[in-house]
């Protein structure tokens, strides 16, 4: 059974950082081929959409939501399961819960893990 765990959120002052890690277990067979990234949503907003903050591939391409452009970088450990995201410069606007997830055959995800930026 793939398990995805989110760790790494908190409250943060604005312009500062955080780094928030994702391990999937059970998903040693696939992992490598999988894309891995995050989501977010914006709180107070029964049913808004996840918006994309960063994914990579398999080849190690990035992709990266235009608000985060130049702030965000995603890496990813196919050895250790595991995909990080390091956030700098970071703004209130910032502020959602980010889910991690992995898409191979199947899509799995995250239980989430609260990002405030606030002063």
């Known amino acids: 059974q793939v398990q995805v765990v989110e760790s790494g959120g908190g409250l943060v002052q604005p312009g500062g950082s955080l780094r928030l890690s994702c391990a999937a277990s059970?998903?040693?067979?696939?992992?490598?081929?999988?894309?891995v990234g995050w989501y977010r949503q914006a709180p107070g907003i029964p049913g808004m959409a996840r918006d994309l903050?960063?994914?990579?591939?398999?080849?190690?391409?990035?992709e990266f939501g235009d608000s985060v452009k130049g702030r965000f970088t995603i890496s990813r450990n196919n050895v250790q399961n595991t995909v990080d995201l390091q956030m700098d410069s970071l703004k209130p606007e910032d502020t959602a819960i980010y889910y991690c997830?992995?898409?191979?055959?199947?899509?799995?995800w995250g239980q989430g893990t609260q990002v405030t930026v606030a002063s």
């Open positions: 997830y992995l898409e191979a055959a199947n899509m799995y």
């Open positions: 059970g998903a040693t067979r696939f992992f490598e081929v999988a894309t």
């Open positions: 903050v960063a994914r990579i591939s398999p080849s190690g391409r990035q």
